[in-house]
């Protein structure tokens, strides 16, 4: 198979909140997606970078789709616009909503705990910007 061996990238936490990132991606509202650089820090991970294609997993481990980014950006949270708001497919109105609901799931318990913290968000916290195409909507499991 010709994505066997690709890199996993899991949304959010298994449940709700990545099976509905999932089917958004697989119905094409879901372009882009954001990290807290800190987390990439702490796992000792590189930033991700344009033309790496990654397996989107879903809630049970499984690979779901294939996305490759096309667009890789470390900004601060403040430079979030709209645009890229609505660009995440979670139906953000505009950027001070998207900023309200990744505050929270950057400060939220799974986040703290593999932290070893609650990270402080400001206007200054720098997230990686990641927009995407997909490439196999429906692959195979491995």
Same mark, same amino acid.
């Given at each position: ?66 996305? *490759?980014? @096309? ?9 979030? $616009? =709209? !645009?890229?708001? +609505?660009?995440?497919? %979670? ?17 939220? *318990?799974? @986040? ?9 968000? $400001? =206007? !200054?916290?720098? +997230?990686?910007?990641? %927009? ?11």
């Amino acid at each position: 198979m010709e994505n066997e061996g690709l890199p996993a990238l899991e949304l959010a936490f298994p449940g709700p909140e990545r099976d509905s990132g999932v089917a958004a991606i697989k119905d094409g509202r879901k372009t882009a997606l954001t990290g807290l650089v800190e987390i990439y820090e702490h796992a000792g991970e590189p930033l991700p970078e344009a033309g790496q294609r990654f397996a989107v997993l879903d809630s049970d481990g499984e690979p779901a789709v294939v996305i *490759e980014l @096309v667009e890789v950006r470390v900004v601060p949270i403040k430079e979030v $616009d =709209d !645009d890229y708001a +609505v660009a995440e497919g %979670r139906g953000y109105a505009d950027a001070a909503e998207w900023r309200t609901a990744h505050e929270a799931f950057f400060r939220s *318990e799974g @986040v703290t705990e593999f932290l070893g913290r609650t990270p402080v968000i $400001d =206007d !200054d916290t720098l +997230v990686v910007t990641e %927009r995407f195409r997909v490439v196999e909507p429906e692959i195979a499991v491995w």
